[in-house]
């Protein structure tokens, strides 16, 4: 398949990379697809809309997942989760996890960490009481937002 060289979004600049994701290929697909049909169908002008911006948003975030994935890269960072390996990885940087899970400024610049201790503070129950309760019923006490992760 061939693509254009910038968003097919008119007001929009951006370049379409030479390597689009798999997202961005599926985006395109769509918007190719009901491009042909968008003017036997008016039914489909709202698809055919939502398609057009789907690619538009795919090309920044595929922009955006180059640079992470860049970033990564020079930080050493994995690229993809190696699951063997990673009960060794979590070991090897054991120390600096639990640095990171004690340190009180780096948890109180978690939002999740603090909408947890938030639902804990605003809760009327007692851990005790939840004890043996099953999972659902556990995430169901806290406020829907409240999971740390």
């Not at 600049?13 to 008016?42: C, G």
């Not at 938030?118 to 829907?144: C, E, R, V, Y």
Request: charged share 25%; hydrophobic share 40%.
């Amino acid at each position: 398949m061939t693509y254009p060289s910038r968003c097919i979004e008119e007001a929009c600049s951006d370049k379409f990379p030479e390597t689009p994701s798999e997202a961005l290929v599926q985006a395109y697909r769509k918007y190719t697809n009901l491009a042909k049909i968008k003017r036997k169908k008016v039914d489909q002008r709202n698809a055919f809309i939502l398609a057009l911006y789907s690619v538009c948003i795919a090309i920044k975030r595929n922009d955006e997942d180059l640079a992470v994935r860049i970033r990564a890269e020079e930080l050493g960072w994995p690229l993809e989760t190696n699951f063997a390996q990673l009960p060794e990885r979590i070991e090897k940087h054991k120390d600096e996890i639990l640095a990171l899970l004690n340190n009180e400024i780096v948890l109180s610049a978690s939002m999740p960490w603090s909408t947890f201790i938030q639902a804990l503070d605003k809760s009327t129950f007692t851990f005790h009481s939840i004890k043996g309760t099953s999972w659902t019923n556990k995430s169901i006490m806290f406020d829907p937002e409240c999971h740390a992760g």
